[in-house]
């Protein structure tokens, strides 16, 4: 008695299963578990929100209880995001307590390089290295009870007592100080007496200035929150197209911003 080949042939293959619902949200969840953001590009909105939130995390990795944002997944996103067509602007949500200067001068430094429209909205805080990330973009929203603070640079670890150490620090302190300056409204002189004031913290160097603070020393554009954020940076989209026109309030003087909105 014969008895039937129920085996697969070899030349048969299994077709795989169409995704389902729920494999797309466990590979959301997955992105928001590992880096902190959904999809760079979301086939319903032209809009590319990216958040620096907690400690900017540099060439060292810090302990595991501090809550970080790694540069080397931020720099690839923004990269996606510039090179995707299909993502029209960039908004930036910052709370955070700074971190490492030349991670965060390197995305700051990105991010004002862009061609698209960008618009940072700071909640909570946007402290130290936090400052020249939020002031990078094309128009800066503070909300009412945000907090930006502004301090000399420090180094940490083993620091050698000679005068080259301090020249470096000075230069470090340059860097940063002519960015932010180039970046936004506030005087180079103001700047430096908000970073060297000695009268308001009482065991560091510094100012702390709130809300509508911010705005009135040149720091930031507005006072505003999530809503307003938005509408703006759908303004400086209209406008950045080849027919858009450029409304003379939504101007910055930054020299970078001035050419791109041309």
């Known amino acids: 008695m014969d008895i039937p080949d129920t085996s697969l042939k070899s030349s048969q293959s299994i ?3 169409p995704p389902t619902e729920g494999d797309v949200g466990s590979d959301i969840t997955k992105d928001v578990v590992q880096l902190g953001q959904t999809e760079p590009v979301q086939a319903d909105s032209d809009l590319y929100c990216l958040t620096i ?6 060439h060292l990795v810090l302990p595991p209880q501090n809550k970080t944002t790694k540069y080397e997944h931020i720099i690839p996103q923004l990269v996606a995001a510039e090179q995707n067509d299909h993502v029209k602007g960039l908004l930036l949500i910052l709370n955070t307590v700074g971190g490492d200067v030349e991670a965060g001068l390197a995305i700051a430094e990105m991010v004002a390089s862009m061609s698209k429209p960008t618009v940072s909205l700071v909640l909570g805080g946007g402290h130290s290295i936090g400052v020249p990330i939020a002031v990078s973009c094309s128009y800066t929203y503070i909300a009412e009870t945000a907090t930006m603070t502004i301090h000399p640079i420090r180094l940490t670890g083993m620091v050698i007592g000679v005068p080259q150490s301090f020249e470096y620090l000075e230069k ?13 409204q506030v005087g180079e002189q103001v700047f430096r007496n908000l970073m060297l004031n ?3 913290m009482a065991r560091d160097i510094g100012t702390t200035v709130v809300g ?10 507005e006072v505003g929150g999530l809503g307003q954020a938005i509408r703006k940076l759908r303004e400086l989209i209209a406008a950045n ?10 101007r910055r003087t930054s020299p970078f911003v001035e050419g791109m909105m041309q």
């Open 15 to 17: 077709a795989p299963a």
């Open 53 to 58: 939130i907690g400690q900017i995390e540099g």
């Open 212 to 221: 509508r603070d911010a705005v009135s020393y040149g720091l930031v554009n």
């Open 172 to 184: 470090m302190q340059e860097r940063v100080t002519r960015f932010v300056v180039q970046h936004s």
């Open 198 to 200: 000695t009268g308001e």
């Open 241 to 250: 197209e080849p027919n858009g026109s450029v409304n003379e309030g939504m």
